[in-house]
């Protein structure tokens, strides 16, 4: 198995180099030469497997360095908490957010932390980690990763666009994680990720990436599709994926690419919804974010949308045979939640409300919701937003003190952070 960059196909790359590369050397984000597929023995025995062995079957596919035995085992250490899948109303709902930091980033954050780590005990290597985040993944790579041995991990997060227990778990940290609060948009932040992935001053550390611009934290997330159509027994099935970076959704595609039987995927965005107008009209056009209450889908230039465009050689008409996209405002947003909870006695956070409402706006047939994250997370939201108010008796305590990085919304500013905290 090979990689290439979404802006060459010429130089190939192992996995290994693809994971700890993270960008490409022309920038551009790596991609599988070509999409493996799933045999009919492959299928028939995933109907019967265990979560780790459908993840241990789906990474081999892609990676051929880790024997299959040491990948069952990586999943399966990972992968310790439950992902229950709930009948509510005329919907199921894949609760992925039973996790350390209650997201559905857990999931890919808790395999890539172990691969990497597989790798790096072979080679005695220290790496940095630099990962921007609109809330979730910052908390799972934080906890995912802390006080891994030879591994150094910043994260970028903006200011004042993060719920409150988010930037909790973002800044009560093992010592190897520095958190950086940058007074900007995560566009802000995912773009000075991506200046430093070209500056010699931090390649010289081994920098990589771990948020879904790292193709080995988007190939785990494809395992939850085969086990959800695995536990349902059911083909064709939709999926409705709260969608921000596009990373989950990309996932979703992989996953129907390779064989799993699953139906078309419905990316539900907030208003924040480059994606929604391409599907609408084939134009696309990045936006500036503005903030909403699905915060963590506030994006308005979505990097994995590069992946699915490569993929579909950026064929419009192919596309719409895929997907179906949907824009939800903060108005219908709030409506769902206070909706859904007095009809099902059922709590959205306010993201996979989001898919909800996108649900019932194409009135699909008992579709699979993705649902992204605890309400719990966004529990001072919910009330500001709804009026709604529910007791935290869930909501998680952190020990120690709080660590945090202020910076400007300059590349310059965030440099000196890093090279500071790595040197310090």
Excluded at 167 to 173: A, C, F, G, I, N
């Amino acid at each position: 198995m090979r990689y290439f960059s979404t802006r060459s196909h010429e130089e190939l790359f192992s996995f290994k180099e693809a994971v700890f590369k993270a960008l490409a050397p022309n920038g551009g984000l790596f991609v599988p030469k070509k999409l493996p597929e799933l045999s009919n023995d492959q299928l028939n025995m995933l109907q019967t497997a265990s979560f780790s062995e459908i993840g241990a079957t789906i990474l081999s596919l892609f990676i051929d360095d880790i024997p299959r035995r040491e990948l069952n085992q990586i999943v399966k250490k990972g992968i310790s908490f439950q992902l229950p899948i709930k009948t509510v109303g005329n919907n199921r709902i894949l609760e992925l957010f039973h996790g350390p930091t209650l997201a559905f980033k857990d999931v890919a954050a808790q395999i890539l932390s172990r691969i990497m780590e597989h790798y790096l005990k072979q080679n005695d290597k220290k790496i940095l980690i630099l990962t921007a985040t609109s809330g979730d993944t910052g908390g799972a790579v934080a906890h995912g990763f802390s006080e891994k041995e030879h591994i150094t991990a910043v994260i970028l997060f903006p200011k004042d666009k993060v719920s409150i227990l988010q930037r909790e778990q973002l800044t009560h940290v093992g010592k190897n994680i520095c958190p950086i609060e940058v007074a900007g948009t995560f566009d802000d932040c995912q773009k000075i990720v991506k200046q430093a992935f070209t500056d010699p001053d931090l390649e010289k550390h081994n920098l990589t990436s771990a948020n879904s611009i790292n193709i080995g934290r988007l190939i785990p997330q494809m395992i939850y599709y085969a086990y959800v159509w695995k536990e349902l027994k059911k083909n064709n099935i939709p999926f409705v994926v709260p969608s921000g970076n596009m990373g989950n959704v990309t996932a979703g595609l992989y996953a129907k690419m390779i064989g799993i039987p699953i139906g078309k995927l419905v990316i539900a965005c907030n208003t924040n919804d480059p994606v929604v107008t391409y599907y609408e009209t084939g134009m696309y056009k990045k936006q500036t974010a503005h903030q909403t209450l699905s915060t963590a889908m506030d994006i308005g230039h979505p990097s994995n949308f590069e992946r699915i465009l490569d993929l579909l050689d950026n064929n419009h008409e192919k596309f719409k045979e895929m997907f179906q996209a949907v824009r939800i405002d903060d108005t219908e947003t709030v409506k769902t939640i206070q909706d859904v909870y007095k009809k099902h006695n059922y709590l959205l956070d306010p993201h996979t409300a989001v898919a909800w409402a996108a649900a019932d706006k194409l009135k699909l047939e008992m579709p699979v919701i993705i649902s992204t994250a605890d309400p719990i997370k966004f529990s001072q939201e919910i009330k500001n937003g709804t009026g709604m108010s529910f007791p935290d008796k869930s909501k998680p305590t952190f020990d120690g003190d709080m660590t945090v990085y202020p910076s400007k919304n300059t590349y310059s500013s965030v440099k000196q952070i890093i090279l500071s905290f790595i040197n310090q």
